[in-house]
């Protein structure tokens, strides 16, 4: 089945700088979704981006999705402590019931 | 609101000895259901996933097997537990398919030993 990749795979930046993270896909999909992990804990949901969107904004993240590249980038700014997590990257195959994930990139932020 | 609830928190089980892990929703009514198995640092492995009451969808054949009794309640369980079978598992739900965001809940240490 298809899987979101991301890369990198790791990401250390130092606080005050922007991570940018990305993913791509194998198969047409309808949409795109991005999730944090912190160490330990369950994923919670961050953004959607549908197939039909081309850049999508939540605070201080920025989605951007390609469909002609089967790509999509994620773009934290102005990076905080607290930010230090796992993001993946996860899409859907037009009409199914569930997701698919990628491996995830691990983004630490030195204060 | 809608709460999502898994437990136990983390489990200690020797080989060859059954498990049972349970997962409930609140707040909410006929959600699709999802359990998910990660490796240390690693991405996530959809194993079962329901989208009603006794509908299971089975993602990799293995030594596990879901339930869904009811509504708002899923339950992951095997007879006799491998040395693989050690991970961490996590439940979510979402309100219809692939289209919706899903919702995590804090997830299940599990060690064989």
């Known amino acids: 089945s298809q899987q979101g990749e991301e890369d990198p795979q790791a990401l250390s930046i130092q606080e005050g700088e922007n991570a940018t993270m990305n993913c791509s896909y194998k198969?047409?999909?309808?949409?795109l979704q991005w999730y944090r992990q912190n160490s330990g804990r369950g994923l919670v949901h961050l953004i959607l981006?549908?197939?039909?969107?081309r850049e999508k904004h939540s605070g201080r993240l920025r989605v951007t999705l390609d469909t002609s590249k089967k790509s999509s980038s994620l773009l934290i700014t102005a990076s905080r402590a607290a930010d230090t997590a796992s993001y993946f990257c996860?899409?859907?195959?037009?009409?199914?019931?569930?997701?698919?994930f990628g491996q995830g990139t691990r983004l630490t932020i030195n204060p | 609101s809608q709460t999502i609830h898994q437990w136990p928190a983390t489990l200690v089980q020797p080989v060859g000895s059954p498990l049972s892990l349970e997962c409930t929703v609140e707040?909410?009514?006929?959600?699709?259901l999802y359990w998910y198995r990660q490796a240390a640092g690693r991405g996530l492995q959809l194993l079962f996933y329901?989208?009603?009451?006794?509908?299971i969808s089975s993602e990799v054949p293995q030594n596990l097997s879901a339930s869904r009794p009811q509504d708002r309640q899923f339950i992951l369980s095997s007879k006799k537990l491998l040395l693989s079978d050690s991970g961490f598992y996590l439940c979510?739900?979402?309100?219809?398919?692939?289209?919706?965001?899903?919702?995590f809940g804090p997830g299940t240490r599990l060690t064989v030993t």
């Open positions: 707040g909410t009514s006929n959600p699709n």
């Open positions: 996860a899409t859907d195959e037009q009409g199914a019931q569930k997701l698919v």
């Open positions: 981006i549908r197939s039909n969107e």
């Open positions: 979510a739900w979402s309100p219809g398919g692939a289209s919706y965001e899903q919702y």
């Open positions: 198969t047409s999909i309808n949409n």
């Open positions: 329901s989208v009603g009451i006794g509908q």
